[in-house]
């Protein structure tokens, strides 16, 4: 497996223990504060958390978080698209940043990375197309982008044992967000807690474009 999706999977298993047994906030509403769960965590914290893996790496690429979309597109060489469509700009203002973005040693861009908590598709498939926008645009230096999900095998209501629903449920439906672009996965999973919950780290790099016969 790719070595910055096995680090991007490390990094969310991370991030969920540390919340676990650093957080006084519940996940559910109405459970006790010991009772400790990450999914109300700040997506933002997982993000650092893939972001600090991947700097961890035996030579690793320079990495650059919230980093502006049409910087990063320019820097990788591709200024000569036309207009940056909307699904690669994600709304106006903080929201127009890649989560994280990969450079060479010359500078260049060659990934983006997005980091989403991920119980339903919609979010999930925003995301997979906001990637698939910048692959789909003559940047020279960006060859694929990665999409890691922290999924909960519970819902709101407290219901349990959805993991392995979900999981299938992004396995089936991310490639189909996609095109002609290439999609393997990795999947972590915790162990269950005290509440039978558990949750996975799933993540998915997309590119490079599948071949044509």
């Not at 650093?22 to 769960?37: A, L, T």
């Not at 982008?145 to 709101?156: K, T």
């Not at 999609?183 to 474009?209: C, H, L, Q, W």
Request: hydrophobic share 35%; proline share 7%; net charge positive.
């Amino acid at each position: 497996m790719n070595r910055f999706v096995d680090a991007a999977a490390n990094g969310i298993m991370e991030a969920i223990s540390n919340h676990c047994r650093s957080s006084r906030k519940s996940c559910w509403y109405g459970e006790p504060r010991e009772q400790r769960s990450p999914w109300h965590a700040p997506e933002y914290m997982f993000t650092v958390s893939i972001y600090r893996e991947i700097t961890k790496l035996k030579d690793p690429p320079y990495a650059d978080m919230e980093d502006p979309v049409e910087a990063a597109i320019w820097d990788a060489g591709g200024w000569g698209g036309g207009r940056i469509p909307a699904a690669a700009r994600r709304g106006g203002g903080f929201d127009n940043r890649f989560d994280i973005v990969l450079s060479n040693k010359a500078h260049q861009p060659f990934a983006i990375i997005e980091a989403k908590r991920a119980a339903g598709p919609s979010g999930v498939r925003s995301d997979a197309e906001r990637i698939c926008a910048v692959l789909n645009r003559p940047t020279p230096t960006i060859k694929w982008g990665m999409l890691a999900l922290v999924v909960p095998g519970q819902d709101a209501e407290g219901n349990v044992g959805l993991l392995e629903h979900r999981i299938e449920l992004f396995g089936n439906t991310v490639p189909t967000y996609v095109g002609d672009w290439n999609v393997s996965r990795s999947v972590r999973k915790t162990e269950e807690d005290g509440n039978s919950r558990r949750y996975a780290a799933m993540v998915f790099k997309i590119g490079p474009r599948r071949s044509r016969s």
